[in-house]
Each structure stands twice: as C-alpha cells, then as structure tokens.
C-alpha cells in the first residue's frame, strides 16, 4: 500500500533524467483514483504535465486534468505578486511597491527568494483554509521538484532563510514553510531512481541529504524502468544458434535478446545495490516499451506502483 | 559523417553541454580520452563523476586542482604515445571563495565578504553560482595555457540554458548601477541604517523585515568595491565563450524530450553567437534490420531452428519492441539533423553494460571517433 499518500504534502526527487515528472503524475493518478483530490505541481516549468495530459497550457492556474486531479506549473514571480499580494491588502500600496525599482531589484539580486515564495506556494496550496480567494481544498499535493543539487537547495531555502531573517515577517514565514516539510506527518519525500550505477550513487546520498541536511521524511523510493527478467541463461544458450543463421532477422533476433540479457544482469546488480545502501522501503516499476509516455502508460503506471 | 576528432580539430576548449541524466560526465571524459591517444595534453573539468569513474581514473583525491591521471593506467588500456590526461574536480564554493579574494581591495574587504552569513549561506546555492563558477575555472586554465584541449562537462543545470545564462546573471546580481541603489550615501543601505521612513522602503520592512533587509545591504554593499573586476572578467569569460578556439558539443539522448531541448539549445548558441560544433546522442538503439518484423513469421522461424516455442515466442517480441525503440530514436535523430542545418550528429549506441572504466570510455570511443559509416557497421554488424 501506498500509505504515504495519505500524508498532504509529498516532494518527488531524484537526478535529472530518471522519470520524475512521470512518477509524480503516476503518483497523482494514483490518488486521485484512490477518491483523492489532487494536485500535482510543476515547479521547473517543465511542462510534462501539459504533455502527457494533451493540455494546452497548464501554467500559474490550477486545471483539471482529469477526475479528482489538478496541475499547476508556479512561476516564481506569479508566486512573489501573490506573496505581497496576501500581504499587502490595500491596492494602492502593493502597486507601489510594485512599480519601485528597489522592490524589483530586491526581488531579483536577493538570494533563494525565487526558491522561498516558490515553496511558499506550495505551502498555500496545502492548507485546507487556502489563503487565495475560492481556493480549492486539496487533500495532497504532489511536488515534481528540480534535480537533484538543486533539489537540495530548494528544500532547503526555509531554514537558510529562516537563519539569516533572525526576526520579521519573512523569518516567521520561512520558520512555517521549515516546520511543514520536517513534519513527518504532514509531508513526506520520495526519491526516484534508474538501476544504473549513477542514479543509485545519487539515490543514496539523496536520502542521507534529505534525512539529515533537510529532516524530512524519506518515505519511498521508486525503482523506475525495469526490464522484464525475459532470458534465463539457458535461454540464451539456446538460442545460440541464430546468431550464424543465414537469415538476417534471426541473427537481430538473438543480439536483441542478449543484449536484453545482459541489460537485466545489469539492472538487477545495481537493484541489489541500492537494496543493500537504503533505508527506506523500495517500490518498481516496470520499463515502458513505448516511443512516448502516453496517458495510457501513466494509467498503467499508476496502479503497478505498490 | 564525422567523428568528434573532427568537430574539435584545431579547438582549445570542448565544452559538453545538456540536460541532466543524458551521459554528459561520461562523454566529457571520452572525448578527452580520445584526444590524448591523439597525442594531446588534455584536461576535463567535472562537477561529480561517478565514484566508479573516478576510482578508475585514480581521481578519488581530487580537488579544485588539475592532477594528472597516471600514464600506466592509460597504457594498460592502449592508450600510449606523448599525450597526457589530466582532470579536476570542480569546488563552486572554494571557486567563488577564490574569485573573491581576487577582487576585494584588501584583506579587509575579502573577509567581510567571506564572513557575511548571506554569502556563506548562497556561495554554493545561489542560482547560476556554480555554472558561472565552471566559466571561471575554464577561463582561469585557458590563461595558463598549460593544456592544448579543455574538456567541460556542463554542471548538472535543470536545462542548459542555465550555463549560457550564468555570466550575466553572476554580473547582474553584483552589477554597480543596480547597487548603486544601496550604497550611495543618500540610498538604500543609508536609508535602511537610519530607520528612513520612505513608503516603498516601510513596505518592504513590512513584508521582508528590518533585520533581513539591513543584512542584505550589507551583502550587498560588501560587494561593492569588486564590481568592476567582477564586471571585467565575466565579460572576457563571455569573450572566451564565443571565441573560435571554444566548441560547443551538445549531449542528449533519443527520447523525444532531450532532443528537443537540444534543437532549444543549439538555436540559443546560434543567437548568443557562440560555436556550436556538433550533437552527441547517446544510447541510441540502432535498428539492426530494415524492415519491421512481423510476429508470426518471425515466431515461426526461430522455432524452425530448433528453438522451444516458449522461447522463440519470447524472442520475437523482444526484437519487436526493440524495434519500435529504435524506430523511434532513429526519428528522433533525423529530426535533430534536419534541424541542426547538417551539422554532425554522433550517435553512440545504447551498450549492453554501464560504462564505468577506461576500458568502457574506450569502447565509447570506438564509435566516437568512427565515421558514421563505421559507426553503422559496428553497431549492427
């Protein structure tokens, strides 16, 4: 069972390249199969989701991209509008403020503010009393985040924050953002991983990072593109024999099936070693042998995870 | 088509340049491989290979020096003759710690720098840092002119465009006329210092707090007295990166996804007027036949020759959906082609194990530094 979706908050991380963006919109089906209102958030403007979904624009809004799920893809500088907007009410300041060149300036040369009001919104997405006006009530959101290295840095812009704004109103903001994601109960991470060597290098400094740089809760990783176990060894012995056929196809036939072989011997090393260098418990997911992620793959994807 | 050999003839720098995930550490350290066995001093600068990697190249020690990898363990894999390889692990931080030194006034105005929390809080995080930080070391060696070939292997950026980006964002962020706004005596930092009562700066106290925005001008203004040499040397970093002695090789994959950021990537190259010198794609599945097999008829041949129908079953379908694979990465590929105006394209085939030595570096280069004829024989023959 997939307890952690129960939590309200979940963080999807892992190196550039392994199927984060489609793990988190797996994951996000799989909630909002599960009765679950969902949303599942873009925050390097990636735009997978607007992909997979045929969706022309999932941008700074929240779209309903199928029963029960929602996207949104934040904008750093929509988010700081909105921050300033929540808090300054009066129309006539925050144009002010707005139209001032030290407010620009500010928001652009200081350091991590992109990161901070980005995670501020997720934050805001996650309140069940929302902060925007109509807010819709979400039971999870699901966070597609940047790459690993940054990744890190992303989690933790709260707490860096938190440490240089002693006291003020951005200190005790970034002092909730930084309690919300060490709260076991309430948010939780999952790394997602390819059975190659570097991926599980990273995968493995990724949950010591998280467990004890960031301090939060490293509830699942996700093996993601593994090949069927196709050929045993007697298999392929067997199958020995085309590789002299005077038939070009058979002879294809057998390098495609050893190469298969070898491929899976491969994986299932590296599996081992990520299963002997984690702590938290570990789910797969099968290699998609399609030329592109359709909507029916994730579909798929979304009830293997388990 | 060509071989890399070729795209980096008469090159001093080789910068490989991409998404994350799509082999870039690999390719760097292959291409400068194969460009000692040519007889060239090189060196490649990385951010965080993998330890396999590393260990086999004897890199374990490395830091934000260049050292050289030992001839013996070259030679051990054929690679001999006069040329030498030399790497570096990239250290952003102690870069930027470096680059402060460089440019502070006095020792006074360096240990402000160092010594601010804000600075020792973003040296490593701050956005672009580490990419801009990679130009620098790049720019810093160039000048040596110890080495005929750098290699760089890009940072592992959310996209690529973070690399181009990085100078101008490292010069924006402690450009002068920006900060003037802080630290000329009438500004901000005097201002903020003396509780002034402006309405945008009472605003700004209200939503960031006194205290952050006192700490930020004084960020700020400690970075005063460096702008012009900050300025100064991001600028002929940038001359550098548009020089004809710099090449840019782009390294993606043959999913869809990579190869549009790379055709995103290669236009941006051409409008910031920089040398793009050729595209790598890395685990293409060649398609080892010209047609598209059937099931039935292919079942049915297997098992003629003496195979158990369980298996010849199995067969079939695997060289089918490798097939569709590799249909669809050789689309991908013609797509990328069509739209890199004929420039070359090298694709290295998917292998059936992880590279992680110098042996599997040389294997790469055995379609690296192929023709693509040679190329087409070796992976389908």
């Known amino acids: 069972m997939l307890e952690f979706l129960d939590k309200r908050l979940i963080f999807v991380t892992g190196k550039g390249g392994v199927g984060k963006s489609t793990v988190s919109i797996a994951l996000g089906i799989r909630a909002a199969m599960e009765g679950k209102r969902t949303i ?26 199928a029963n029960n799920l929602w996207a949104i893809s934040i904008d750093p500088d929509d988010s700081m509008r909105e921050y300033v907007l929540l808090q300054l009410r009066v129309k006539a300041m925050r144009d002010l403020l707005f139209k001032s060149r030290m407010f620009t300036y500010l928001a652009e040369a200081t350091p991590g503010l992109n990161e901070l009001v980005t995670i501020g ?53 970034a002092r909730e953002l930084e309690e919300m994601i060490v709260d076991h109960d309430v948010t939780g991470s999952v790394i997602v991983s390819l059975p190659e060597e570097m991926p599980v290098n990273e995968t493995v400094s990724l949950e010591r990072d998280l467990t004890n740089d960031i301090g939060v809760s490293v509830d699942r990783v996700i093996m993601n593109a593994l090949y069927p176990d196709r050929f045993t060894e007697r298999d392929i012995a067997e199958l020995k024999g085309l590789e002299k056929s005077e038939d070009p196809e058979l002879r294809s036939a057998h390098r495609a099936a050893l190469s298969m072989s070898r491929r899976t011997e491969a994986q299932a090393e590296q599996f081992e070693r990520l299963k002997n260098l984690v702590s938290a418990p570990i789910s797969t997911l099968p290699f998609v042998f399609e030329p592109e992620l359709t909507l029916k793959a994730a579909r798929r994807m979304a009830e293997k995870i388990s | 088509m060509a071989s890399i050999a070729d795209v980096l003839e008469d090159r001093g720098i080789c910068i490989c340049a991409g998404s994350g995930g799509v082999g870039k550490t690999t390719t760097s350290a292959a291409i400068a491989l194969g460009m000692v066995d040519r007889g060239l001093k090189v060196c490649v600068l990385t951010i965080d290979p993998a330890k396999r ?28 003759g006069s040329g030498e390889l030399w790497a570096m692990m990239l250290d952003a931080k102690e870069t930027f710690d470096n680059l402060v030194a460089r440019h502070a006034e006095d020792a006074e105005a360096r240990d402000r720098v160092l010594a601010n929390p804000i600075y020792q809080q973003i040296s490593g995080a701050l956005a672009g840092s580490q990419e801009y930080m990679a130009m620098e070391k790049l720019f810093e060696l160039h000048s040596e002119g110890r080495f005929d070939l750098l290699v760089l292997d890009t940072p592992p950026s959310r996209n690529a465009l973070d690399f181009l980006n990085a100078p101008t964002k490292m010069t924006s962020f402690i450009e002068g006329r920006s900060l003037q706004l802080f630290i000329r005596p009438t500004g901000f930092a005097a201002r ?14 209200r939503i960031i707090g006194f205290d952050l925005l006192a700490d930020l001008s004084e960020f700020f203004t400690a970075f005063s007295g460096m702008i012009d040499g900050f300025e100064e040397r991001a600028h ?63 079942r049915e041949r297997i098992e003629a020759e003496k195979v158990d129908p369980d298996l010849a079953e199995r067969a079939a379908r695997n060289l089918i959906e490798y097939d569709v694979l590799a249909r669809r990465d050789a689309e991908n590929v013609q797509q990328l082609s069509e739209r890199l105006d004929g420039e070359p394209v090298i694709r290295i085939p998917y292998l059936d194990t992880d590279v992680h030595d110098i042996a599997g570096l040389c294997e790469i280069n055995r379609f690296l530094f192929a023709d693509e004829e040679t190329r087409v024989d070796l992976a389908t023959g």
């Open chain 2, 53 to 80: 990697l590393a260990d086999s190249l004897g890199l374990e020690e490395l830091g934000n020096e260049a050292s050289q990898v030992d001839p013996k363990l070259l030679a051990e894999n054929g690679v001999t």
């Open chain 1, 40 to 65: 599942v958030v873009e925050v390097a403007s990636t735009e997978n989701t607007s992909r997979i979904f045929r969706q022309e624009d999932v941008g700074y809004r929240e779209v309903e991209v």
């Open chain 1, 121 to 173: 919104k997720i934050w805001e997405l996650a309140q069940l009393d929302r902060k925007i006006k109509h807010g819709r009530k979400y039971d999870l959101v699901i966070v597609d985040s940047p790459a690993t290295g940054h990744g890190i840095s992303f989690l933790q812009t709260p707490r860096t924050f938190a440490n240089i704004a002693r006291v003020g109103p951005m200190h005790n903001q």
């Open chain 2, 192 to 205: 903020v210092a003396t509780r002034g009562t402006g309405v945008v700066l009472s605003l700004l106290k």
């Open chain 2, 236 to 298: 002929r970093v940038n001359t550098l990166l548009r020089d004809d002695e710099t090449a840019f090789v782009i390294v993606c994959g043959p999913q869809a996804e990579p190869i549009e950021e790379a055709v995103f990537f290669h236009s941006k190259l051409v409008e910031a007027n920089m040398n793009f010198a050729g595209a790598v794609v890395n685990r293409v599945r060649y398609r080892l036949g010209t047609k598209v097999p059937k099931l039935g008829s292919l």
